[in-house]
């Protein structure tokens, strides 16, 4: 079996591939999460690669991005920050219209270029 840290990519991979599913179907915000998802669990491998230890139970990407002791340029960490406050919105939607509306086809085709970006950095990281 692969090491922890390859298992964490390919599982980042694969829900990168849910997200651009995800929105080829419509389900925008459920696109965002799966972006939220995959970043969260390259982080995780980052982590796992770098510290030589399991990673915390926690969906805070900046926490995670922290601990690594790693740092992507200014734009990279600003779109980590605002991806990072989608979790729980579209973790546990408060209204199904409201989300829908807040997460459009075209903001969420943004959002999965941008996670495509990240994952490639953290990935240039291990």
Known sequence: MSERHEEWL???????DTAEAM??????????????????????GLHHKVLNEVPPKTH????????????PEQ???KFITKLNT???ATRYPDELAK????????????????????????????
Not at 10 to 16: E, H, I, P, R
Not at 25 to 42: D, N, P, Q, T, W
Not at 99 to 126: C, D, H, P
């Open 10 to 16: 390919k599982q980042a991979d694969y829900d990168m």
């Open 75 to 77: 734009e990279l960490e």
């Open 86 to 88: 989608a979790s729980v």
């Open 23 to 44: 929105y080829a179907s419509g389900r925008y915000f459920y696109a965002v999460f799966m972006c939220h998802l995959s970043i969260e669990k390259a982080l995780k």
């Open 60 to 71: 805070n990407l900046l926490y995670l991005l922290n601990k690594t002791g790693k740092k």
């Open 99 to 126: 989300i829908q509306a807040a997460y459009t086809e075209g903001i969420t085709k943004e959002i999965i270029r941008k996670s495509k970006e990240v994952l490639k950095w953290l990935k240039t990281q291990f």
